[in-house]
């Protein structure tokens, strides 16, 4: 059983900077990719950012393009997002979450899993 767990949110200024973390767990040998995704209240889901593990190509929304950053240590099953000049509409609960590279979507990739998730509030 695969299990994901975020952690790194928080509350920061705006202009401000945050890594999240994701760490996976259990059964991770066949894994194709791993990604974020975002949810604000009442707004649909936004992919964010995902790389693949198969050639570690990285994808990211335009939204967030030249500002987050997306990083992985394969030998301790860890995937950062590093966000800098954060905006106010950065602000939602982030996903980490497990999938594959899926050509079309402007996100990057799809997702079959994730975790609970952690809170980015980007406020002054």
């Known amino acids: 059983q695969l299990q994901i767990v975020e952690s790194g949110g928080g509350l920061v200024q705006p202009g401000g900077s945050l890594r999240l973390s994701c760490a996976a767990s259990g059964v991770t040998s066949d894994l194709l990719a791993i990604g974020w995704f975002r949810q604000a209240p009442g707004q649909e889901r936004e992919g964010v950012s995902c790389?693949?593990?198969?050639?570690?190509?990285?994808y990211y929304a335009d939204s967030v393009k030249g500002r987050f950053t997306i990083s992985e240590d394969n030998a301790k099953n860890m995937v950062y997002l590093q966000m800098n000049s954060l905006k106010p509409e950065d602000t939602a609960l982030y996903y980490c979450a497990s999938g594959r590279v899926t050509p079309g979507l402007a996100s990057g990739c799809s997702y079959d899993r994730w975790g609970q998730g952690t809170q980015v509030t980007v406020s002054s």
């Open positions: 790389i693949s593990l198969e050639d570690f190509s990285t």
